[in-house]
């Protein structure tokens, strides 16, 4: 941060200074999303509660880009309310710990136990929700974490998703059957170079 930045951080919570720490070393590794990076670092700042769903404007999201052992497929949910192939993940609640909400979400929404989960953000996507019953349209900062199965692959449907399915993230990149958050996810794992 730089010295403005730190002045203006002595009246943050802990939590809010840990988001941005994780958001700036992000955007080091990932120097052409600057726009992303101002929208979470903004949003972060104004909002002690950005991870309170109570927050009408937006909240702060956990996901998982949850791969298999030998990195090579990920899960994907078809979201019951969105009606889309979507990573796993969700709301946290009220819990500043955006790793393990990631890791939460993955285990509740996959059934899998055996995962481990990266400490740095692998993707942030700012995304717009539209109204759903008496919920008003409102945006998700998604912080996104890699989360790798370390064990039995036999995932178990949750009440979330219409349906799960193990997807080669090779044959994803470039793909038009999935939104442009999944084919980036894809395209930067590919880059990886981890199999």
């Known amino acids: 941060m730089s010295e403005t930045d730190n002045s203006v951080a002595v009246g943050l919570s802990a939590w809010q200074r ?3 720490r994780d958001v700036d070393a992000y955007a080091i590794r990932h120097p052409g999303e600057t726009e ?3 929208l979470f670092r903004d949003f972060m700042r104004q909002h002690a509660d950005a991870a309170a769903r109570e927050l009408a404007q937006g909240h702060l999201t956990g996901a998982a880009w ?8 990920v899960v994907l949910t078809h979201h019951r309310k969105l009606q889309r192939w979507l990573q796993l993940g969700g709301h946290a609640d009220g819990d500043v710990d955006l790793i393990a909400v990631a890791l939460r979400e993955a285990e509740e929404e996959s059934g899998l136990r055996d ?16 109204d759903h019953r008496d919920v008003p349209g409102h945006w998700h900062y998604d912080l996104r974490y890699v989360v790798r199965c370390c064990g039995d ?11 799960l399915a193990w997807r080669d993230i090779a044959d994803m990149a470039g793909s038009a059957d999935y939104d442009e958050s999944l084919r980036r996810m894809a395209r930067k794992w590919l880059a990886r170079g981890l199999r």
């Open 153 to 163: 692959e036999q995932f178990v449907v949750s009440e979330e998703s219409l349906a």
């Open 115 to 130: 995962l481990a989960i990266e400490r740095e953000i692998f993707d942030l996507d700012r995304h717009w929700i539209p």
């Open 36 to 38: 992303t990076v101002a």
């Open 18 to 20: 840990e988001w941005l």
């Open 66 to 73: 949850l791969v298999s052992s030998d990195g090579a497929r």
